[in-house]
């Protein structure tokens, strides 16, 4: 009996021995809990190095010790909860106080092990470089966002679902007031196109409002070079739209109102003057005719060589300069669209 005993027992110690020396070389911070005492049995090489603490420290202290934003109540609960409930307690984000003081972000998941003789375990994960690459990422983004903020022009991104992810306050201004709160992370591109139509949105729309819904929708989803929308309030913007390597779709909008205008201004003004150039052509080639044939009379008068040559010269530049003039004229007469 002594030796069976003594068999069980170096069996036992060897099992002991071999899971921790498992529990010793992991990477993760792992500490075993009575949860009577509540007190560290045990404290991993990762756990020792990281906190700074002894294992003859560790096993003098709790988990309210280690953890100081841990209450009493809580870890009770969470205690009760293992040892009659569940066998695993979720993950926890929380922070874990090193010997000299500073703390560090963790995820904790707790466990239950051996059923006679419960001990608890705790699995820890030092979150700092995932917690520091949240920030960057962060920051990063907050960057991004300020960037697009500043932009003069509408900008507005939709994710591969045509859901809204990203725009800045210039693209929601496009927008009327009934249109513009649909403007939002997650907005579905045809619900907020559809409503923009349903209320008059777009000039040109009246009686076609469902082909026009489909040349937009074909637009979007097939993007070649820009197009011009015009607002039914005069306004009137260039689209930009670009697919994203991931299926997405950015876009600008550049307002191009004060362009339009512009230069329907200037074709308005180069109309008036073609149109008066058109109607003034009999005007302008009579005085012309007349001075020619003038001179073809003078010409068939008694005339000296030298005023023969003098009466041949302005003959010569009569003619070039009503050739001129019927070059212009008629030019004028096309772009009037008067010409015959």
Request: aromatic share 8%; with cysteine; glycine share 6%.
């Given at each position: 009996r002594d030796k069976q005993t003594l068999a069980e027992t170096v069996s036992k110690n060897t099992r002991i021995a071999f899971w921790s020396g498992i529990l010793e070389e992991s990477p993760e911070e792992i500490y075993v809990i009575d949860p009577n005492t509540w007190k560290f049995v045990l404290g991993n090489r990762a756990a020792r190095k990281n906190t700074g603490y002894s294992m003859n420290r560790l096993t003098h202290m709790t988990p309210l010790e280690l953890n100081p934003l841990l209450t009493v109540e809580r870890f009770e609960k969470a205690v009760q909860n293992l040892m009659h409930n569940k066998p695993t307690f979720g993950k926890t984000n929380t922070q874990l106080q090193r010997a000299d003081g500073s703390r560090y972000p963790v995820d904790i998941t707790l466990h239950k092990v051996f059923n006679a003789?419960?001990?608890?375990?705790?699995?820890?994960?030092?979150?700092?470089?995932?917690?520091?690459?949240e920030i960057a990422a962060q920051d990063a983004h907050a960057r991004l966002q300020a960037a697009i903020e500043a932009l003069t022009d509408g900008f507005v991104y939709f994710d591969a679902d045509e859901r809204l992810v990203l725009s800045n306050s210039r693209y929601v201004e496009l927008f009327s007031e009934q249109t513009a709160p649909l403007v939002k992370p997650g907005a579905d591109f045809v619900d907020i196109l559809r409503h923009a139509i349903s209320e008059g949105y777009y000039a040109g729309t009246d009686?076609?409002?469902?082909?026009?819904?489909?040349?937009?929708?074909?637009?979007f989803r097939n993007p070649s070079g820009s197009s011009l929308v015009t607002l039914q309030d005069g306004r009137a913007f260039?689209?930009?739209?670009?697919?994203?390597?991931?299926?997405?779709c950015v876009g600008l909008r550049v307002d191009?109102?004060?362009?339009?205008?512009?230069?329907?201004?200037?074709?308005?003004?180069?109309?008036?003057?073609?149109?008066?150039?058109?109607?003034?052509?009999?005007?302008?080639?009579?005085?012309?005719?007349g001075i020619l044939g003038l001179i073809q009379m003078i010409s068939q008068t008694e005339l000296d060589s030298s005023q023969r040559e003098m009466v041949e010269a302005v003959h010569g530049s009569a003619e070039g300069l009503l050739s001129i003039l019927n070059d212009i004229l008629d030019l004028a007469r096309i772009e009037s669209g008067k010409e015959t």
């Amino acid at each position: 009996r002594d030796k069976q005993t003594l068999a069980e027992t170096v069996s036992k110690n060897t099992r002991i021995a071999f899971w921790s020396g498992i529990l010793e070389e992991s990477p993760e911070e792992i500490y075993v809990i009575d949860p009577n005492t509540w007190k560290f049995v045990l404290g991993n090489r990762a756990a020792r190095k990281n906190t700074g603490y002894s294992m003859n420290r560790l096993t003098h202290m709790t988990p309210l010790e280690l953890n100081p934003l841990l209450t009493v109540e809580r870890f009770e609960k969470a205690v009760q909860n293992l040892m009659h409930n569940k066998p695993t307690f979720g993950k926890t984000n929380t922070q874990l106080q090193r010997a000299d003081g500073s703390r560090y972000p963790v995820d904790i998941t707790l466990h239950k092990v051996f059923n006679a003789s419960p001990m608890i375990v705790a699995y820890v994960q030092d979150t700092t470089e995932r917690a520091a690459a949240e920030i960057a990422a962060q920051d990063a983004h907050a960057r991004l966002q300020a960037a697009i903020e500043a932009l003069t022009d509408g900008f507005v991104y939709f994710d591969a679902d045509e859901r809204l992810v990203l725009s800045n306050s210039r693209y929601v201004e496009l927008f009327s007031e009934q249109t513009a709160p649909l403007v939002k992370p997650g907005a579905d591109f045809v619900d907020i196109l559809r409503h923009a139509i349903s209320e008059g949105y777009y000039a040109g729309t009246d009686g076609r409002e469902e082909e026009f819904l489909q040349e937009r929708l074909k637009a979007f989803r097939n993007p070649s070079g820009s197009s011009l929308v015009t607002l039914q309030d005069g306004r009137a913007f260039r689209v930009f739209e670009q697919r994203t390597p991931d299926g997405g779709c950015v876009g600008l909008r550049v307002d191009v109102t004060e362009l339009n205008q512009a230069r329907a201004q200037a074709e308005a003004a180069n109309a008036a003057k073609s149109a008066f150039l058109a109607n003034m052509s009999h005007e302008i080639r009579t005085p012309m005719n007349g001075i020619l044939g003038l001179i073809q009379m003078i010409s068939q008068t008694e005339l000296d060589s030298s005023q023969r040559e003098m009466v041949e010269a302005v003959h010569g530049s009569a003619e070039g300069l009503l050739s001129i003039l019927n070059d212009i004229l008629d030019l004028a007469r096309i772009e009037s669209g008067k010409e015959t």
